[in-house]
């Protein structure tokens, strides 16, 4: 069965410094890996995936994360965290073979403070 | 092209009642999936359905069912309501499924209270 971890509650960072939040999974097959974010009283958005590839995938608000095979980790960062950024983020894997769900990590509050 | 629509946006139940809730998903998606989120759960994936079959389901008690239309308009259903069905129900589509490379697009969410 499919699993994600997302080990911090909450990252808090200033505004300016680099930010990580981290996700490591488990799946059957190879990994179709996702991040989410979700402002309050919204839906998610959606802001990377990684399906095959290059391991450094770039997405939206410029995001990026990496993709570790090895360490069976999908770490979303991004270089210089702006206030605005601050929200709840959630990691997401779907294994590749059947008609396996979406799994969902339990989120990963970020605060960016001025 | 609009997005995932979900109504109502904001519901209030008594214990022991039913509620319906429904999501249009964006033109063209067929794969329609639900979730209950709250605080202390996170998001937890009630069920999917493609083409109106039902493809994955989570561990939710038979009080919860769904079902998609031939339009990929989907509707859940709680019977039954009791207090820890308060949450907010997000609906997401994508255009194939489980097993698919695709991403998931969210409504708004249905705020669910139940007292």
């Known amino acids: 069965a499919q699993s994600v971890a997302q080990p911090e509650d909450q990252v808090n960072v200033a505004e300016g410094n680099p930010l990580t939040v981290k996700c490591t999974y488990s799946?059957?097959?190879?990994?179709?890996l996702f991040w989410y974010v979700q402002y309050p009283n919204r839906g998610l958005q959606f802001l990377l995936k990684?399906?095959?590839?290059?391991?450094l995938v770039k997405g939206s608000y410029g995001f990026e994360a990496e993709f570790n095979k090895s360490q069976t980790s999908f770490h979303l960062k991004k270089p210089s965290a702006l206030v605005s950024d601050s929200a709840l983020y959630f990691c997401?894997?779907?294994?590749?073979?059947?008609?396996?769900?979406?799994?969902f990590g339990t989120g990963t509050r970020l605060l960016v403070s001025p | 092209k609009a997005g995932v629509t979900q109504t109502p946006r904001y519901l209030i139940k008594t214990r022991g009642q039913q509620v319906t809730l429904s999501c249009s998903p964006i033109?063209?998606?067929?794969?329609v999936s639900w979730y209950q989120q709250t605080p202390g759960q996170g998001l937890q994936f009630l069920f999917e359905?493609?083409?109106?079959?039902?493809?994955n389901k989570g561990n939710f008690p038979g009080r919860f069912s769904g079902r998609q239309f031939s339009n990929s308009r989907s509707e859940m259903n709680v019977s039954t309501l009791e207090l820890g069905d308060s949450a907010l129900y997000l609906c997401?589509?994508?255009?194939?499924?489980?097993?698919?490379?695709?991403?998931?697009?969210f409504g708004p969410g249905t705020r669910l209270t139940v007292t």
């Open positions: 033109s063209g998606h067929r794969s």
């Open positions: 799946v059957s097959g190879n990994p179709y």
């Open positions: 997401a589509s994508s255009p194939s499924g489980g097993g698919s490379s695709y991403e998931q697009y």
């Open positions: 359905y493609f083409s109106e079959t039902q493809r």
């Open positions: 997401a894997v779907r294994g590749d073979t059947g008609f396996q769900k979406l799994v």
């Open positions: 990684y399906i095959t590839g290059d391991n």
